[in-house]
């Protein structure tokens, strides 16, 4: 048999040096063509993706786990007596090719209809969100559903057919796996396991401990079989039906490809066909090593587990409850549609490919009694920082994602934000700002006892942020009192530090660290205005007048020194300006091209602290505008590279004081999303010139592109969540600074064109030449 590994090498190797040879799919998409379509995305370890690029059919490729690695996943369908191939891309199999005419995705589910002579294939992959409740959103399980009608007016008699492989649950097919059958009354499931299991341990980002498992209701028509996958796919299209046997020689996972199948025979039908429906999904237990106060390490459960005694209570509960699971997940997609149709259609389509994707590195966890009972009121979300690393609940990512955890649930985002308050409070780590993250090998949160990376305003900004939006949101000030003194600290250090940060890395940190970060301080001084309001809550009114101050004054001398001289924007770094500006302003009048996206200013929106004046809000959206108008994919992170990340992209749209400008801001990430040029998960990194993704790939900051929802007020979720109080912080507005608003009209046509060409010219040299002359009048 031709080799899977080679084919896929062959194919990545086509792909790189040709590629954008193909031409549009002959089938319709709606809304359109993703990188790559989520099939079964709903944890860090059940994460099946079927790359597009420029259009894949169902049946032209390989289901891939999130890092491109096959995970196989067959189909095929046997009409009046006829086979045709429907998922997957297997060869030595008698059948011809199912005729894919449409495809289809919303928030939660992937819909591909296919014609097989005189009936059509409706196959839906269906990936629950279930914000407001812990077990359901919990399940690392998905649904397959397959439907078939006749498109003759004819009767038909079919049968379907759907197998996996081993390759789900290792990075290595040389690793040898186990494999069993069970049957009852309900289910019939197939669990399949490496041989040697290691918890807590990945091998290419796989968990290699725990098991796979597929599934299917107990039907009549149903069969099953165990065996090498030529074997069991020829089986089928020429008997139509399996053997309900399983092979019992474990071997290698590319020995001979064992697969797991399933078979139904739907009979006749005129119209419609029953649907049939599987699950796929991931388990292991324990889920998460944690770090306790102590020292100790905590093995963590995912929380479904306080409800099933067995993986096979829970599958048998999940399938049961399809049809209920179908019509939640139909309310939902249409709730974030409708919402997101309020800022644009855009931005709808937009949310709908961010969500699984949003959710999907996450998992919920709880922790066990003396008396091994599950304890349901300690709740922790641990996050993979997928793909930029494998870090633990990294706090800038989970910042980066907080939109969508205000907009869906706020209280899921409580429980991502208490393993980080919990360690830092324990006295295990030893700095005075917020950690940056757990640990450095999800799924082991077992500390950073060698001090790990760290970027100290940043994460200390974001902890405070997301400590008060949280508390705004639900009236829960849980956090505010337990966790005081450690805000505090927090809140101390961003004064000691925070308006001239001193060569400290931002979120972005594959742009290096660089020395007072205009939009770095911001993130401080709201920070700062954060904890005014928090100390506010817990009755200590002298810590919140002084906060409130500090905030109020930090912000006015951003706004006056981080301006560029011609008041036109915010600068990239205040010290530019500062040493080179006094002396040289004729110079800088001509070379001003060191700005960035000021997307902190988000949170000023966000928690209503009204730190900055409208004046910086115009002044930035008209700049903004001027940039806007000659690119494609939005606008650069700053002016030392031609790269962005999609969520800051979003963010600064929520905050544009112009339709127009939010409207290209959301438009340039859309057109990044379905130009074709990518077919891996969405990327988040990406140059602006290209239209390209760099390496990222699968993250969950996408959550961010939420961030216009979470300013819309009321949250999505409805269960368990206090009505939002109003906590806003009122402070006095600095007064704008001379010559710094830059409101109003964006430049004329003239203008902009004649700004493009001075800075195509000087970008080249430009911030060389500030730098240079930075050094040079250094004192």
């Not at 080799?3 to 790189?16: D, E, G, K, Q």
């Amino acid at each position: 048999m031709f080799s899977r590994s080679l084919a896929f090498t062959l194919l990545s190797l086509l792909s790189f040096f040709f590629p954008f040879v193909a031409s549009g799919p002959a089938w319709t998409s709606d809304p359109f063509i993703p990188p790559a379509i989520p099939l079964a995305v709903r944890s860090p370890y059940l994460s099946a993706w079927l790359p597009q690029g420029q259009g894949t059919a169902l049946n032209a490729g390989w289901a891939t786990f999130w890092t491109g690695m096959i995970q196989g996943w067959a189909g095929y369908i046997k009409v009046d007596g006829k086979a045709y191939a429907f998922m997957g891309s297997a060869g030595g199999v008698t059948s011809e090719k199912a005729v894919q005419k449409s495809f289809q995705f919303t928030s939660t589910q992937s819909t591909f209809v296919l014609t097989a002579g005189p009936v059509d294939l409706t196959v839906t992959f269906l990936s629950p969100v279930e914000p407001d409740d812990l077990v359901k959103q919990s399940f690392p399980f998905s649904y397959m559903s397959m439907t078939v009608a006749s498109n003759d007016g004819a009767s038909h008699f079919a049968k379907v057919y759907t197998d996996i492989s081993a390759e789900w649950i290792t990075g290595n097919v040389s690793s040898l796996a186990t494999w069993k059958a069970t049957t009852d009354s309900n289910v019939v499931t197939h669990q399949i396991q490496l041989s040697t299991q290691v918890p807590y341990t990945e091998d290419h980002d796989k968990i290699q401990n725990g098991a796979a498992y597929f599934s299917a209701t107990q039907t009549s028509g149903l069969t099953y079989q165990i065996g090498q996958d030529v074997l069991l796919r020829n089986q089928f299209t020429a008997n139509g039906t399996l053997l309900n046997t399983q092979d019992t020689n474990f071997r290698a996972v590319q020995d001979e490809w064992p697969v797991f199948a399933f078979a139904w025979n739907l009979g006749k039908f005129s119209s419609t066909s029953a649907t049939v429906v599987c699950s796929l999904g991931h388990v292991r237990d324990p889920a998460v090593q944690y770090i306790k106060a102590d020292g100790s390490k905590q093995d963590r459960s995912l929380y479904f587990w306080s409800k099933y005694s067995t993986v096979a209570a829970a599958i048998a509960d999940f399938l049961q409850d399809y049809t209920n699971a179908l019509s939640r997940a139909k309310a939902l997609d249409a709730t974030i549609s409708t919402d997101a149709k309020k800022v644009s259609q855009d931005y709808a389509e937009l949310t709908a490919l961010s969500l699984r994707q949003a959710f999907g590195a996450s998992e919920i966890t709880v922790s066990k009694n003396a008396d091994g009972s599950f304890n349901t009121s300690d709740v922790l979300i641990f996050t993979k920082e997928t793909s930029s690393s494998a870090s633990v609940n990294t706090v800038d990512a989970i910042y980066s994602m907080w939109p969508l955890y205000l907009y869906m649930n706020a209280t899921m985002g409580k429980y991502a934000l208490l393993p980080g308050l919990e360690y830092s409070a324990s006295g295990l780590y030893k700095q005075q700002f917020a950690v940056h993250d757990l640990g450095s090998h999800y799924p082991q949160a077992t500390g950073l006892a060698n001090g790990g990376l760290t970027m100290p305003i940043e994460e200390t900004g974001n902890m405070l942020i997301m400590v008060l939006s949280y508390i705004q949101r639900t009236g829960d000030t849980s956090l505010a009192t337990q966790y005081h003194s450690l805000l505090d600290q927090w809140a101390q250090y961003l004064q000691s530090n925070a308006l001239n940060p001193t060569s400290q890395m931002s979120s972005d940190a594959f742009a290096g660290a660089l020395d007072k970060q205009t939009n770095l301080a911001i993130k401080g001084a709201i920070g700062i205005a954060a904890m005014s309001e928090i100390a506010n809550l817990t009755g200590d009114a002298t810590k919140a007048a002084q906060y409130a101050s500090t905030a109020v004054s930090f912000a006015s001398k951003i706004v006056s020194s981080g301006t560029s001289t011609d008041g036109q924007h915010l600068t990239l770094s205040v010290s530019f300006d500062r040493l080179v500006a006094a002396r040289h302003r004729k110079l800088m009048s001509l070379i001003f091209l060191h700005w960035g996206l000021a997307y902190n200013l988000y949170a000023d929106q966000l928690l209503g602290t009204n730190l900055f004046p409208d004046t910086v809000y115009n002044m930035q959206t008209s700049w903004y505008g001027n940039k806007l108008a000659n690119t494609q994919y939005g606008l650069p992170l700053d002016t030392r590279h031609t790269y962005s990340l999609t969520h800051w992209e979003i963010w600064a749209a929520a905050i544009a004081g112009s339709s127009t400008v939010r409207d290209s801001f959301i438009g340039g990430v859309l057109k990044l999303a379905t130009n074709g040029k990518s077919n891996k998960p969405f990327g988040d990194w990406y140059d602006t010139v290209a239209g390209t993704e760099n390496s990222f790939t699968a993250r969950p900051v996408v959550g961010g592109h939420f961030a216009l929802l979470a300013l819309q007020g009321a949250p999505l979720n409805t269960t368990g969540i206090v009505a939002p109080t109003s906590t806003q912080i009122t402070l006095t507005q600095p007064t704008a600074t001379p010559g710094a608003g830059g409101g109003g009209a964006p430049p004329s046509p003239q203008a902009a064109a004649s700004d493009a060409s001075r800075a195509s010219v000087l970008h080249s040299f430009g911030l060389g030449v500030v730098f240079i002359l930075s050094l040079s009048l250094l004192p």
